[in-house]
C-alpha cells in the first residue's frame, strides 16, 4: 500500500533527479478545514518523462461475493492504458474505518464499492449528487468543480418549482460524467436465495432484495406455511451494538431499523409512504409541519408523542449522530405545536432543502424521551433492552452469534389494509410471522449449507448466480433476483495529480470493461451504468440517460493519453516531457479541462 501521512519532502513541480513532479496535494480552497496540504492522506508523484508510479487499488472481497473479479477488472483498466496497479484487499469494516476519512478523503487513490441500499437513496438524487459537493462528508474522492458546486447548491434549494430542480439534476449528471469524475459501473441485480415452500410473502424490495435488512417489508408480509412462526435469517456480519442512532453504518443500524420507526418510510416501489408521521405541510421555503400518527406507543408501553421528535432531533444535533446526520443536518429548531390527535410538530429549517421531505425524513429515527433523557453519553450508550415503535420489539442480543426480536402487534404494518395498499401483487393476508432470528453463519458456503439442511429459512446477505443456484438446489428453496438502485462504483482521488488529468480520467473511462463484467461475471444479472453516472434509471425523473458516453476501446484510450505528450516504454506509460509537461502541469491545475478546452497542441 502507498504510504499514508505528509509529503516526500520535495515542492510540487520542483525537480526529482532530472524531472520536474507534480505530488498529492489539494489543489483548491476546500471549505473543509481538514483538507489542507499540511494533512496529505497519500503520497503520489508524477515525475517528468519518467515511467508512472504503481496506483494502489483498495477494495474489499469480503463486500460481495465477485467483489475480487471486479478489482482484477480495474487492474486491467489502469494495466491496459500502461499503469502498473497494486491491489489493497482489506476487510470491508477497515475499509469504512480508515481508509474513508471525512476529514482528508479516502486514503488511497482509488477505492471502489457497492453503496448500501438505503430507502432514501433511492428516493431523492442528493444521496449521490451531493457526494461532489466540496462540504460533504461522503467526497470522499476529493472532487471539486465550482461550476457543479454551484448547480449542486442551486437544485438542493430548489423546493417550489420541480421542473426547475430536474432539470438541473440533468445538467449534473452531463457535466459529471463529461468530467468523468468517477468510475460508474453498473446496477448490480441483487440475488439472495429463501425456503417459499414454508414461507410466503417475500417482497423483492430495490436494492435491498427480498431478505436484507434495509427495508421492513418482507418481515411483516412473510405468512407461515409450516411447522415454525420464526423466521431464522443466516447472514455474515455480527452486529456491535444495539445504538441504531450512533451505529456508525454497521449491521445493527440496519437490523434495529425493525425496533424503530421514522417520520416517514419508503414502499416497495420508491414512494413515501406515513411512517409515525402522516402528514407534511411546507408552510414556506424554510418551515415544515407534521401531524403525528395517533395510538402510538412504545415498545414498554408509554405513549408517543411530539415531545419524542423534539428530544430526538435536540439529541442526535447535541452529540453528533452520525446515523442521523442527514436528517438533522438541516433543521434549525423543533418546536411542538399540539398535543391533540398523534401531535403536530413544525421544523424550522437554516436554509430551503429540496430532500427534506424525501431523503432526510425517510432515514429519520425517533427515540423515547423516557428511556434516553438521563442517559449521560448517548454515543457511548448501549441500552440492554432498545424501546421502539416499530413492527418488533427486542428479545435477546447475543454478540457475534445471535439476535432476536418477536412481533410488535399493534404496529401499523400488520394492518392488511395498509399492507395491501402499498405492496400490491406481493400481499399476502394473514396474521404474519411472531419473531425474527438472526443467526451468524461464518461464510457463504455455510449459508448455503444451513439453507438447505433447513437449519435457516432465508440468505440474509447477496449471492452470485452460481451460489444462489447451488442453494436452490434444496427442495423447497428458491432464488430470488431484485432491481437494484445502488450503484457499484470506483472512487479516483483527485487529489492524486495523474487522476486530476482530465485526459488521464477519460482515457481510463475508455479501458473499463463494464459490459465485460456485467456478461461474464455477473452473469448478465445487472444493468451497465451509461457514462459516469451514478443516478438509477428507477429514480425519474431525475435520472437523464442524455449524458456524455465512453465505449469500451483502451486504444483509443492510449491515443489520447500519446495527444497529450504521454509515451510508452514497453507496455509502460511515461510521464509527458517538455512542452508536453507543461501543457499537462496546466491540466492538472485546473482539473476540469482536457486539450482542447486550453487550445494545447497534439504532442502525438
Not at 472532487?143 to 448547480?151: A, D, G, M, Q, S
Not at 449491521?251 to 414502499?267: C, F, H, I, M, V
Not at 413492527?391 to 457475534?400: L, R, S, T
Not at 428458491?478 to 487522476?499: C, G, R, Y
Request: glycine share 10%; with cysteine; charged share 25%.
Amino acid at each position: 500500500m502507498a504510504g499514508l501521512a505528509g509529503c516526500s519532502g520535495q515542492s510540487d513541480s520542483g525537480a526529482s533527479g532530472d524531472g520536474r513532479t507534480l505530488e498529492t496535494k489539494f489543489r483548491n480552497e476546500w471549505p473543509v478545514e481538514t483538507k489542507n496540504n499540511d494533512n496529505i492522506p497519500f503520497e503520489y508523484t508524477v515525475t517528468e518523462g519518467a515511467e508512472l508510479e504503481a496506483i494502489t487499488v483498495n477494495f474489499a472481497s469480503d463486500e460481495e461475493p465477485w467483489m475480487r473479479e471486479h478489482a482484477l477488472m480495474i487492474q486491467r483498466a489502469f494495466e491496459d492504458i500502461g499503469v502498473p496497479v497494486e491491489l489493497d484487499d482489506v476487510p470491508t469494516n477497515v475499509m469504512y474505518d480508515e481508509y474513508w476519512a471525512a476529514d482528508t478523503g479516502q486514503t488511497v487513490s482509488v477505492s471502489m464499492n457497492t453503496h448500501g441500499p438505503d430507502p432514501a437513496r433511492g428516493l431523492d438524487p442528493n444521496p449521490f449528487l451531493m457526494r461532489m459537493h466540496p462540504e460533504t462528508a461522503g467526497n470522499y474522492y476529493n472532487y471539486f468543480n465550482e461550476e457543479i458546486t454551484e448547480l449542486l447548491d442551486e437544485q438542493a434549494a430548489e423546493i417550489e418549482d420541480q421542473q426547475r430542480r430536474v432539470e438541473l439534476c440533468h445538467e449534473i449528471q452531463r457535466k459529471a460524467s463529461e468530467d468523468a469524475y468517477i468510475l460508474s459501473i453498473a446496477f448490480t441485480d441483487v440475488i439472495m436465495a429463501a425456503n417459499t415452500q414454508e414461507w410466503e410473502g417475500y417482497v423483492p424490495t430495490p436494492g435491498n432484495g427480498t431478505n436484507r435488512d434495509s427495508f421492513v417489508w418482507t418481515q411483516v408480509n412473510l405468512q407461515p406455511r409450516g411447522g415454525s412462526s420464526t423466521w431464522v435469517k443466516g447472514v455474515l456480519a455480527a452486529m456491535g451494538g444495539l445504538n441504531i442512532a450512533w451505529a456508525a453504518g454497521g449491521p445493527e443500524a440496519k437490523r434495529l431499523t425493525n425496533l424503530y420507526d421514522g417520520l416517514y418510510d419508503a414502499s416497495p416501489t420508491l414512494e413515501i409512504v406515513p411512517g409515525l408521521a402522516t402528514n407534511a405541510e411546507v408552510v414556506d421555503e424554510t418551515t415544515v409541519e407534521m401531524d403525528l400518527r395517533e395510538g402510538v406507543e412504545w415498545h414498554d408501553g408509554e405513549s408517543f408523542g411530539p415531545d419524542d421528535v423534539k428530544f430526538s432531533v435536540e439529541l442526535f444535533e447535541e452529540y453528533s449522530s452520525p446515523e442521523m446526520g442527514p436528517f438533522v443536518g438541516p433543521i434549525e429548531s423543533v418546536e411542538v405545536l399540539s398535543e391533540s390527535g398523534g401531535g403536530r410538530v413544525r421544523f424550522n429549517l437554516s436554509q430551503p432543502d429540496a430532500a427534506f421531505l424525501t431523503q432526510r425524513v425517510v432515514r429519520s429515527v425517533i427515540l423515547p424521551e423516557h428511556r434516553w433523557k438521563n442517559v449521560d453519553n448517548p454515543a457511548k450508550h448501549n441500552p440492554d433492552t432498545p424501546v421502539g415503535t416499530g413492527p418488533f420489539k427486542f428479545v435477546n442480543w447475543e454478540q457475534g452469534t445471535r439476535f432476536e426480536v418477536e412481533k410488535h402487534g399493534s404496529h401499523w404494518m400488520w394492518d392488511e389494509e395498509i399492507r395491501k395498499e402499498y405492496l400490491g401483487e406481493y400481499f399476502v393476508p394473514g396474521d404474519g410471522i411472531d419473531g425474527i432470528v438472526w443467526s451468524n453463519v461464518g461464510n457463504v458456503d455455510a449459508l448455503i449449507g444451513a439453507i438447505q439442511s433447513g437449519d435457516i429459512d432465508a440468505i440474509g446477505t447477496t449471492l452470485t448466480n452460481e451460489q444462489a443456484g447451488r442453494a436452490a438446489e434444496a427442495s423447497g428453496v428458491e432464488k430470488q433476483v431484485s432491481e437494484n438502485f445502488a450503484p457499484l462504483d470506483v472512487h479516483i482521488n483527485h487529489i492524486n495529480p495523474l487522476i486530476r488529468d482530465k485526459v488521464f480520467r477519460k482515457a481510463l473511462s475508455h479501458a473499463v470493461a463494464k459490459k465485460g463484467f456485467v456478461d461474464s461475471v455477473l452473469g448478465g444479472r445487472g444493468t451497465v451504468i451509461e457514462g459516469q453516472n451514478l443516478i438509477s434509471p428507477m429514480m425519474s425523473p431525475f435520472h437523464t440517460d442524455d449524458v456524455p458516453t465512453y465505449e469500451y476501446d483502451p486504444e483509443k484510450g492510449k491515443r489520447l493519453l500519446e495527444q497529450a505528450g504521454y509515451t510508452y516504454n514497453g507496455g509502460t506509460l511515461r510521464a509527458p516531457s517538455g512542452d508536453a509537461w507543461d501543457a499537462f502541469v496546466e491540466r492538472v491545475e485546473d482539473g476540469h479541462a482536457d486539450r482542447s478546452d486550453l487550445d494545447q497542441s497534439d504532442f502525438s
